[in-house]
């Protein structure tokens, strides 16, 4: 007999329970993802009890990913950076002597820790040895202003912080809490110390929030698990033993995730300080890596460095995430790469929410995909019940995944245990989701509901058109008006714009003004800092 599919495990839009006999297919459908990426591959008895050894010791966290593949891989390249190579059992070893270091200068379990640093050994060595600790490591955003992160830091009671120097002038001076550069841990991890005891505390993974919509807040995460691991290896068919970049910024959820996911996997990472995007496809073609972790705004910059002039040919995945997508975009990807472009929607607070396979993305640029196994994903209407497929509402998604409020005892709107992700979207038929925006960037022009998302694609169909943002202004005749803020490629004027717009969508939906940018502000994940933009 045919069993029914289980909506949260991204088969639909309804609540619903998993009965005893559903957990046995569920079980069954987890070994397939695990067995086909490689976990389940037979490991040497002594490996597979020092592995063990290391999540007793330390939990879910990098400390343990690290030591667990020192015990399975130790020789295998863990890290590659700026300042060469790192092997597993290096990595495990480097870190025992730091958090040594780190404990006789006075962190202590249960310490919040700040990590202000950029893609590199230094900032996955700094994350494991606090872990080690058991401190909670405080991953800031380098592209954040000194007094929001001072914020950041007195909110988190913050004992410490760790910098790479070039950003010292972010953090100030303190006689509040111990700093340390990048540069003297680096010197520290070389030094003989002995490796602190087992910490009383689990160390936790505090990511902070974009702060688009607000100040940055902290969202602590316990660590994953290989649930976890099945949800995003169920829709993107990454392997063990392989090697990824990963050019998105590990301190944001979307790298920080792929930086765990590679310590589920024993492969090898390759991180650098700066994004370049020739850098980025040498890197591709000298490793033969197989995955490319990125952001929007990287794939633009991706395809001007001309990805034809390198041999790709061992790239299986782009996985994107981070904000936005532009439909065009990822039509102008696959042409480039091949069926290769994987989208994830998702956030710090629910983590992956949905994954568009290389297969939506060409029969539909612009949807979100579907979601993974283990995730409850609804559509939520004015009325409180779930949308029928193809109307509009609001998103609300639950997972193991799932933040469990914010460090500063806040939290997100809920319903029956899913989080809000605060965007708006839409489910087809299928259970592809088409994401519509901010909840808040739904506007109400002369009556009538304009979704800016829409706008905003529309606008990036149109071949001058790089970026796109609109905003809602206030109006005495209309309520609001729409303001669309554009950055050109080729000459064109704004009446041939706002013709564009008016053949494709109802007449309410067309901007009114126009304001052009050579460039649209951003954050460090791409996401467009459109308060900034509604103040100009």
Known sequence: MRLPPAPWRGSGNFPWTPPDREDCVIDLQAARVLARSGLLAPARPDRLLGMALALARWGVTPASGYAAGAARSPHRPAIMDDHGTLTWREVDARTDRLAGHLRAMGILSGDAVGLLARNSGGFVEAATALSKCGADVLYLNTGSAAAQLEEVLRRENAVAVLYDEELAPLVGPSRERLHLTTEVLRELSEQPASAPPKPAHTSRQVILTSGTTGAPRGAARSGGGIDDAVSVLSSIPLHTGETTVIASPVFHAWGLGHLSLAMVLGSTVVLRRRFDATQVLRDVQEHRATALVVVPVMLDLLLAADPSAYDLSSLRVIASSGSALPGDLATRVLEAFGP????????????????????????????????????TLRVIGEDGRDAPPGEPGRLFVGSGMAFSGYTDGTDKERLDGLVATGDLGILDERGRLTVLGRSDDMVVVGGENVFVGQVEDTLLAHPAVREAAVVGVDDPAYGVQLVAHVVTRSAVDDAELQQWVRERLARFAVPRRWVRHDELPRNSTGKVLKRELARQ
Do not use: I, K, W
Request: glycine share 8%; charged share 15%; net charge negative.
């Open 340 to 375: 290769v472009l994987y989208n994830l929607y998702g956030s710090t607070e629910v983590a992956y929410a949905a994954v568009a396979s290389p297969q939506d993305l060409a029969e539909d640029p612009r949807c979100a995909g579907t979601a993974p196994h283990g995730v």
